[in-house]
């Protein structure tokens, strides 16, 4: 990481007392740091929405958990439990949805 920093630093220095040819050294090799951190962007990216994912299964497989035990002991309200539970359950699925949009629009964006 450091490396990859200095090597941007040195570039921008170098380009800005060179001329020619070594100036158009110099670009290729900023170019091909900005690149990596572009790579490290999308590496991010489905990082966090793996997060994102496990996140929403761990919240959801907890909701159906809970449902199950209050229509075990309340049976007559089981209607209601379920009711409650896929509506909690959508709202995770939605903000899990625009979770990932935002992940992968971000993975486009550095890439």
Excluded at 2 to 11: D, H, K, Q, V
Excluded at 79 to 105: D, K, V, W, Y
Aim: aromatic share 6%; proline share 1%.
């Amino acid at each position: 990481m450091l490396e990859l920093m200095g090597s941007i630093m040195a570039a921008g220095g170098v380009l800005a007392q060179t001329t020619g040819e070594t100036a158009d050294v110099v670009a290729v090799v900023a170019e091909e740091a900005i690149s990596q951190w572009g790579v490290l962007g999308v590496v991010g990216a489905v990082i966090g929405a793996g997060i994102i994912v496990f996140g929403a299964a761990m919240g959801i497989g907890r909701i159906a958990a809970c449902a199950c035990e209050a229509i075990a002991r309340q049976p007559e309200a089981g209607q209601r439990i379920f009711t409650s539970m896929l509506l909690a359950s959508a709202f995770i699925e939605g903000g899990m949805l625009l979770a990932l949009i935002i992940c992968f629009l971000a993975m486009w964006r550095l890439s």
